[in-house]
């Protein structure tokens, strides 16, 4: 009988302790999420704004040289990420694509497309003020026939990027803050089904430090082995994101990624260690009669 006991409290036990286990990786894994989203907020951003195109449409009678120069000269400008030059005829071919026929077999041999060179910009230029002082020297250029970008859409990609950013931060912090509590909650549990042993153990004699020291390793052994398992679980997500949309490059920062990774570790550290401590120390102070309440 006293065997069958024993061993349904070892059960008890280990289950406590996955339990345990579990709740910290989880909680880990979503709060180390949100950091990857929020180390990455900017880099997101500035992969949709580095989509935006100026099209720069020229003049049939624009010679050859005008535009090779035009193009070298936005190829080599600091704003510049990409050109690409595109002739009549291929103007006319995408546009054949796009409408589903061949609009040419009824004007014949009178292209109307025009020649075009389409600039995308490096994300630190992509503001409204920038964009309208580059259009406007290019326009300048007599070959120049009509300059086009999207105003409002880089209008409410700067303003939405603002406000993302920020509720991101705000979502962060709640998060983590509730992760803490969460983990907490579980820590002071897996003390409080522990309590009589501890008021035993001071009753004997035992000092609070000595009393306390097993419960905080025990509890810090179980917090760096959820931390492992919110890094893997972490890291095996990092993977396909990365496969997904490799332009986003967000394997690249290995020691922001790194640092990352070593703050949810120390969290998953700290956050048993001072949980642990606390509630041993509550357990400490109460009187042997408040232990049943």
């Known amino acids: 009988m006293a065997k069958s006991f024993e061993k349904y409290q070892k059960r008890r036990l280990i289950s406590s302790y996955i339990s345990v286990i579990v709740i910290i990786g989880l909680v880990l894994f979503l709060v180390g999420m949100l950091g990857i989203l929020v180390i990455n907020t ?151 089904s522990k309590r009589f042993i501890i008021k035993t153990m001071q009753m004997v004699g035992a000092t609070k430090s000595f009393i306390r020291r097993p419960f905080i390793w025990r509890s810090v052994k179980l917090g760096m082995i959820g931390a492992l398992l919110a890094m893997i679980g972490m890291a095996v997500l990092l993977y396909f994101l990365d496969k997904t949309y490799p332009d986003l490059q967000l394997l690249m920062d290995y020691l922001i990624i790194g640092a990352l990774f070593l703050a949810v570790f120390l969290l998953g550290i700290f956050i048993t260690w001072f949980s642990t401590f606390f509630a041993t120390q509550k357990f400490l102070n109460l009187k042997t009669d408040e232990l049943y309440y």
Request: glycine fraction near 2%; charged fraction near 25%; proline fraction near 2%.
């Open 42 to 192: 900017q880099k997101v951003a500035n992969h949709f704004k580095e989509q935006v195109a100026m099209s720069i449409y020229l003049k049939d009678q624009a010679k050859e040289i005008e535009i090779d120069q035009l193009q070298k000269q936005l190829s080599l400008a600091d704003y510049t990420k990409e050109t690409i030059y595109t002739s009549k005829e291929e103007a006319a071919e995408v546009y054949k694509r796009d409408i589903g026929e061949d609009f040419m077999e009824f004007l014949g041999d009178a292209n109307p497309l025009p020649q075009s060179i389409d600039v995308y910009f490096k994300a630190d230029f992509v503001t409204e003020v920038q964009l309208a002082e580059i259009a406007r020297d290019l326009g300048e250029k007599e070959f120049v026939s009509e300059i086009i970008y999207d105003k409002p859409l880089i209008a409410l990609l700067n303003n939405n990027i603002k406000k993302i950013s920020f509720w991101v931060l705000v979502v962060c912090g709640i998060f983590t803050f509730i992760a803490v509590l969460l983990i907490n909650s579980s820590i002071r549990l897996s003390v409080y």
